[in-house]
């Protein structure tokens, strides 16, 4: 099992930054891509950054740009940082982990964007 805990949502300015972060632990080995998933209120979820084992990264459309996924290895950390953000960027986002036929979810942040 491998659990996954976001942190670092909340409210922020139109234009404003926020990192999240997700904690891995657990058997982390099995994971071989990471990534953050969102979901605004009324619409489905969506992915949104990718990282993989490799270190290659891919992001929706929407946010290119302006995110970056990233990770620390030694503390089984991957963050997403969000700039220029938006009130559309507005949702709970989740961090996922998956490989080897498995696939963990954490529980979710909620981000804010709002003035």
């Known amino acids: 099992q491998v659990q996954l805990v976001e942190s670092g949502g909340g409210l922020v300015q139109p234009g404003g930054s926020l990192r999240l972060s997700c904690a891995a ?9 990471m990534g953050w998933h969102r979901q605004a209120p009324g619409k489905e979820r969506e992915l949104v950054a990718v990282i993989t084992s490799a270190g290659d990264t891919n992001y929706v459309a929407s ?4 995110f970056t996924i990233s990770r620390d ?36 942040t909620l981000v804010t964007v709002s003035s």
């Open 63 to 66: 946010v290119s740009g302006r």
């Open 25 to 33: 632990s657990g058997s982390i080995l099995s994971i071989n891509t």
């Open 73 to 108: 290895i030694a503390k089984n950390t991957v963050y997403l940082q969000m700039n220029s953000l938006k009130p559309e960027d507005t949702a709970v986002y989740y961090c996922r982990g998956w490989g080897g036929g498995m696939d963990f979810w954490g529980k979710g």
